[in-house]
């Protein structure tokens, strides 16, 4: 897991109170608890931007998202952010939209024409989609106060989002005509963009970096205008501008970075990430963005080795020890896996349960379910992931447990049925307790929702033949190894199935001597059970004395465990009977 160490500087809050009627108060000082992700209106003036400066206030009306959430100790703070400004925020200064609306509505009654209660009012129906109220309330602030840019530039945004481009670049141009502004330019280029203007639009975006250089969103709407118009030239061109103009702003190549990994050029993004680690050295951020990106594009042995060399530059820095520790789990080495995770669980308490949940996985990849059940469970108490109750599950179906297997897998599907590998999972056990009709269900579900390994339909083919649909498990176990030709189980179970089928309009001998041939190829003639299925096809088609000289081969290469029904089926070959399933 990636972990980004952010410090934000506290913003001071001048609280100013825009209005405080005995009918608002509640609302204004109401407790509300906000969540990341949520949208809010900030309710009250003079909320500073994070920089300080008292020109740039987060304006009465304004809607924005919650970024994250912290108590302050006396309440609740949220961290905003608007362009290139961010910070903490009181919460009794913000409220939900709908909330926020019924805050300014109640204050216009005592105020109908208070100018900036008009403005929130607007804003707040525009945050939350009614649009013709939104323009009404935008048109009667402007026929009073027509020269006020503000309320021009906002109405024209709100004509955007309504789909009337035509009025909105009016207001845009007339904008311009007054005043040249960045700000103006990137919107009226927003707005040729949605007319497919697209060279107005580049014009604009242009125009803006000039006027105002130092403002990345001059640069990022170019930006994604070019990727949007499919010109990787152009993008790579204009994020280049921008790490030139914010050389110490490792942001910026970061998002080239990125852009270079999508066009495949691997060995750019590496170069952009090796710098930004040499601009901030002692950020455990960057070299983890560089080590990711290594493993990410597949260099699994230099992954390994820079997530080592983290583990020795920052040592308690958990995020490295389980990266290297996963990846040395996908490469079978588990030992040094959980000496990983070990050291990952005893750095970090926060996320521990987490790091249990991945060091439960390396032990059911170990074999070890009992061990794993452990880890697990302390995951699951402390947050039950889905993920965890299914890994638990599978290792209790390891165990025998399978009460209890049944019991996680069907936790997880009734809260999410799409859950496809616990739904996988259940089927096997449904299968291994001869519940084979409900087996078929799952297995149906999964195929009928794309699910269409090889695997899937092995599977559901041995629960047909199960409930005796033997043309069902012919076609199933066809399909397996046409998806898998190679695959040793699949030939076998099938040449079995095509030479001892009841049914004799199915059997189809040629066939399964050719596929017993080719498993008994590539075992090397060292697996007498897959000899015998090679007997029963020779038997199949007649050949009994091929058939014999088989099975004396096969008892000659197999356990103790398939001896006694090879014997069986030898003595009917010597009879010149071959062998029919039941």
């Known amino acids: 897991m990636e972990s980004t160490t952010m410090v934000y500087k506290k913003i001071a809050l001048a609280a100013i109170l825009l209005f405080l009627s005995v009918g608002c108060e509640q609302l204004l000082y109401g407790q509300a608890i906000y969540s990341p992700g949520e949208r809010i209106i900030i309710v009250a003036e003079g909320v500073n931007s994070p920089d300080g400066k008292s020109d740039h206030p987060f304006w009465v009306g304004l809607a924005l998202e919650v970024l994250q959430t912290r108590d302050s100790g006396s309440g609740q703070e949220l961290l905003l952010s608007h362009f290139d400004r961010q910070g903490w925020v009181d919460a009794k200064f913000v409220r939900k939209p709908d909330d926020a609306l019924k805050l300014f509505e109640k204050a216009l009654e005592q105020s109908p024409e208070q100018e900036n209660l008009l403005f929130a009012k607007s804003l707040a129906l525009w945050e ?40 909105a670049l009016a207001d845009f141009d007339e904008l311009i005509a007054k005043v040249d502004k960045a700000e103006s330019r990137i919107n009226r280029g927003l707005c040729r963009q949605a007319m497919g203007n697209i060279t107005g639009a580049r014009e604009d975006f242009r125009t803006a970096i000039r006027l105002q250089p130092d403002q990345p969103q ?44 999508r066009l495949g050029r691997l060995d750019q993004a590496e170069v952009d990430l090796e710098k930004i680690i040499e601009l901030a050295p002692h950020e455990p951020q960057t070299h983890l963005d560089l ?34 520790g996963v990846l040395l789990q996908n490469q079978g080495n588990y030992d040094r896996a959980l000496d990983d995770l070990g050291r990952a669980i005893d750095i970090s308490e926060e996320y521990r349960h987490f790091l249990r949940y991945h060091r439960g996985c390396i032990y059911l990849d170990m074999g070890n379910p009992s061990e794993a059940i452990l880890d697990l469970d302390a995951c699951i108490a402390v947050e039950p992931v889905p993920d965890a109750i299914v890994r638990r599950g599978d290792a209790y179906q390891r165990l025998g447990e399978h009460n209890a297997a049944l019991q996680d897998f069907n936790r997880v599907l009734e809260y999410d049925a799409n859950r496809h590998f616990a739904r996988y999972l259940r089927a096997s056990v449904y299968r291994q307790t001869g519940d084979a009709k409900s087996a078929l269900t799952d297995y149906d579900f999964l195929i009928q929702q794309g699910i269409q390994s090889d695997d899937v339909y092995y599977n559901r083919g041995h629960a047909r033949k199960t409930l005796k649909d033997w043309q069902g498990a012919i076609e199933d176990l066809t399909q397996a190894l046409t998806n898998n030709p190679e695959n040793l189980l699949y030939l076998n179970d099938l ?88």
């Open 218 to 261: 001059c640069y990022l709407r170019l930006a994604e205008l070019e990727a949007a118009q499919q010109n990787p030239d152009g993008v790579i061109q204009v994020l280049g501008e921008m790490i030139s103009t914010f050389p110490q702003d490792s942001q910026w190549r970061k998002v080239r970075a990125d852009y270079w990994v």
């Open 291 to 324: 080590a990711t990106f290594l493993r990410d594009s597949g260099q699994i042995d230099k992954s390994i080795e820079k997530f080592s060399e983290m583990t020795t530059l920052f040592p308690d820095f958990w995020p490295a020890f389980l990266n290297r």
């Open 128 to 167: 939350l989609n009614r649009l013709p109220e939104a323009l009404q309330t935008f048109d009667r602030l402007l026929e009073r106060f027509p020269e006020n840019n503000a309320y021009r530039n906002e109405r024209a945004g709100c004509l955007m989002s309504a789909g009337e481009f035509s009025k």
């Open 495 to 582: 040449a079995w199935l095509l030479a001892s089928v009841p049914d004799p309009n199915l059997r189809e001998p040629q066939t399964a001597i050719s596929h017993a041939q080719k498993a008994c190829e590539i075992s090397k003639w060292e697996r007498g059970e897959i000899i015998d299925t090679l007997a029963v096809a020779h038997a199949a088609a007649g050949d009994f004395k091929t058939a014999v000289k088989l099975a004396d081969q096969a008892l000659e290469n197999v356990g103790e465990k398939y001896t006694q029904e090879i014997m069986a089926r030898r003595q009917l070959f010597s009879q010149d009977k071959p062998f029919v399933l039941d």
